[in-house]
């Protein structure tokens, strides 16, 4: 298996958990929404292992449907900060799906090649979608923690911003981006976990297992950061793929949105 269809495959499974992210953010469960997101997943798949790599705008259109729905069901509140958040998913879902498109169909978008696009669309899906997009639907109930949920989506997006400013031109930016999504989503978790731990032993054991993984992943990313090589280059893989990005994707995000979907309640604020 090369590197490259590693992030494929790892990006296929993050579009399989992104929009269980935010379906508690729409107002009920649609089973044309369902259909929608097999077929835009089957094209996508189609598109990135299959010689038919247009397909993947099946994807872009999904996703950005999803997002013009959801601002239609909260057009009257949409500059409350819950609701704000709320969209930070959804923007993370479109960017991901520019870049899934842009890599797939060696599109080269702002100068960058497939891996770097595949790179990107996974951190968008996993990350921006499926753990913040967890933490949105978190802060769109109505709980003592709303406050702590709300504000760390928006740090988070803050950080991503950062982040991608300083990936080539303003390197300073980046530091500042990782530390803001390291204190940002470890703070957020804490909260999630303190909440459930005396109510909901599973969704607290499931929290636990995404807070030891977040953690582990993180110290990844900062020796990276700092040019601290972790793994060796295996059978032309690098360990922060094949680790970092397997963890974050195969345990870290999935435990996260299961752990949120136990422990859901019919009290959500609108």
Known sequence: MSELSL???LLLLSMVMGPFATRCLF??????????HLAAFVCAAAGLFAPWPALCVVWLVFCAANFVLFLRSRAASLCSPPVLAACVPFVFSNIAAVWLVGGANDLHLLG?????SCYAALHGNVVGWIVIGTLAALADRDSPQRGIYVTSVLVCLVSFLLIAFGIDQLRALKPIGVLGLSIALPISQLA???????????AFLLGCVNFAGLVFTMIL????????PVF?????????????????????APCFLLA???DARPDRSR
């Open 260 to 262: 949120v979907s136990l």
């Open 112 to 116: 960058y090649d497939p891996f770097f």
């Open 27 to 36: 107002a009920e469960a649609s089973r044309l929404r369902a259909a929608a």
């Open 192 to 202: 999630f976990l303190r909440g459930v731990w005396s109510r909901n032993r599973p």
């Open 232 to 252: 060796e280059v295996v059978a032309g893989i690098r360990g922060m793929v094949s680790v970092h990005g397997v963890l974050n994707t195969a345990v870290v």
């Open 221 to 228: 990313a900062w020796r990276n950061e700092l040019s601290t």
């Open 7 to 9: 992030l494929r495959g």
